[in-house]
């Protein structure tokens, strides 16, 4: 098994979703996360002051898959997620030793 972890743009969410429901992803978590790469934030002018923004919102997707079935998982990330522009997120994929599902005691792939 596969844990993807997505840092994507929050406009983007509904689409990313759609876009992994259709490729049979069962559940996933989202969290509202902030941070920065390479751009290192970026400034606004509010009411005709300029002030810099360091930390950017953006949205955390977490799924766990079969490893069978995480190259459709990226592409489908990157297919919906992809602007062009610098800030589109990156993509983290690790290995997952075990998941156990509290309710039932299953454990491994059948959990998922």
């Known amino acids: 098994m596969k844990k993807i972890e997505a840092i994507i743009r929050p406009f983007k969410l509904d689409e990313v979703k759609e876009a992994l429901i259709e490729e049979g992803v069962r559940g996933l978590t989202i969290s509202e996360v902030r941070g920065y ?10 009411r005709g002051s300029e002030y810099r923004i ?6 955390k997707i977490e799924v766990v898959v079969d490893k069978t079935k995480v190259d459709k998982v990226v592409d489908a990330i990157l297919r ?4 062009g522009q610098v800030g589109d997120g ?17 454990s491994g792939p059948e959990a998922l």
């Open 80 to 83: 919906t997620a992809k602007t």
């Open 54 to 59: 360091e930390f950017v919102p953006k949205i």
């Open 90 to 106: 990156k993509i983290f994929i690790s290995d997952v030793q075990d998941v156990i599902r509290i309710r039932t005691d299953e």
């Open 37 to 46: 790469g390479r751009q290192k934030g970026h400034t606004e002018t509010y």
